[in-house]
């Protein structure tokens, strides 16, 4: 990225989204982060944090720039149960942070990222499983799914202007997940189904996230890219 730029980083205080915000930092932007907690931001070059609840609200409009280079919503949520026991109000609830959050979030900045200098970047995120069916994942990935419509639907609508891509990862090492990850046995089973024999590191899709920000990003759009190990699209038969 050539130049210091501003950025809005939705739950960017932890796992993925503190690793986008991490690199963007070290590269000498601005980054206005928007989350629940501040986490470990605290003493981070050119980063400032709004708190606020995704599920309620969107930042407020005083806290966002009048122009603004791009924007990532990162966060999520991994609600694996069998769908008998899912509730109505278990997809409502999937669907307020997964979906309608991002809505809120891209309502707030639209006006700040129509008056980029050049062409700004949505990054928003999806899940391998919208793409690869797998049991216990109904409500995560409906939720998903609604977010990769908006994502080409979004991504046509604002061009040539505003590019808007989504990432859909497989499992990765964060906090969100940590409870997938308890012990060496669960950490090494689920490396194993992955073609690549290892989960995703943070850095892993954060690198991702930051090239579809930059120049070196601008001639993609409305694209649903899969860092996952290879899991969306290999099987490896031995």
């Given at each position: 990225?050539k130049g210091s730029h501003t950025y809005v980083v939705i739950g960017g205080s932890a796992?993925?989204?503190?690793?986008?915000?991490?690199?963007?930092?070290?590269?000498?932007?601005?980054?206005?982060?928007?989350?629940?907690?501040?986490?470990?931001?605290?003493?981070?070059?050119?980063?400032?944090?709004?708190?606020?609840?995704?599920?309620?609200?969107?930042?407020?409009?005083?806290?966002?720039?009048?122009?603004?280079?791009?924007?990532?919503?990162?966060?999520?949520?991994?609600?694996?149960?069998?769908?008998?026991?899912?509730?109505?109000?278990?997809?409502?609830?999937?669907?307020?942070?997964?979906?309608?959050?991002?809505?809120?979030?891209?309502?707030?900045?639209?006006?700040?990222?129509?008056?980029?200098?050049?062409?700004?970047?949505?990054?928003?995120?999806?899940?391998?499983?919208?793409?690869?069916?797998?049991?216990?994942?109904?409500?995560?990935a409906s939720a998903k799914g609604a977010v990769e419509g908006l994502t080409r639907s979004?991504?046509?609508?604002?061009?040539?202007?505003?590019?808007?891509?989504?990432?859909?990862?497989?499992?990765?090492?964060?906090?969100?997940?940590?409870?997938?990850?308890?012990?060496?046995?669960?950490?090494?089973?689920?490396?194993?189904?992955?073609?690549?024999?290892?989960?995703?590191?943070?850095?892993?899709?954060?690198?991702?996230?930051?090239?579809?920000?930059?120049?070196?990003?601008?001639?993609?759009?409305?694209?649903?890219?899969?860092?996952?190990?290879?899991?969306?699209?290999?099987?490896?038969?031995?």
């Amino acid at each position: 990225m050539k130049g210091s730029h501003t950025y809005v980083v939705i739950g960017g205080s932890a796992g993925i989204g503190m690793e986008i915000t991490r690199r963007l930092s070290a590269e000498g932007h601005e980054v206005i982060v928007g989350s629940r907690t501040a986490g470990e931001l605290e003493g981070m070059t050119g980063v400032t944090h709004i708190p606020v609840d995704v599920t309620e609200s969107a930042l407020p409009a005083d806290s966002i720039p009048k122009k603004l280079d791009g924007m990532v919503y990162c966060p999520g949520s991994i609600n694996l149960r069998p769908f008998r026991g899912l509730k109505p109000e278990a997809f409502l609830a999937d669907y307020q942070v997964n979906f309608l959050g991002a809505v809120r979030s891209i309502h707030a900045c639209l006006t700040a990222l129509k008056k980029a200098d050049g062409r700004a970047g949505i990054v928003l995120f999806s899940t391998v499983a919208v793409q690869t069916g797998m049991p216990f994942h109904t409500s995560i990935a409906s939720a998903k799914g609604a977010v990769e419509g908006l994502t080409r639907s979004l991504a046509a609508e604002l061009a040539p202007k505003i590019r808007v891509n989504a990432i859909a990862p497989s499992l990765t090492d964060t906090p969100l997940a940590a409870s997938l990850l308890t012990g060496e046995d669960k950490r090494k089973a689920a490396a194993n189904r992955h073609p690549l024999q290892r989960i995703g590191h943070p850095r892993d899709i954060a690198a991702t996230a930051c090239h579809l920000l930059s120049s070196d990003g601008a001639w993609i759009t409305g694209q649903i890219l899969h860092v996952d190990g290879g899991m969306g699209a290999l099987r490896t038969f031995k």
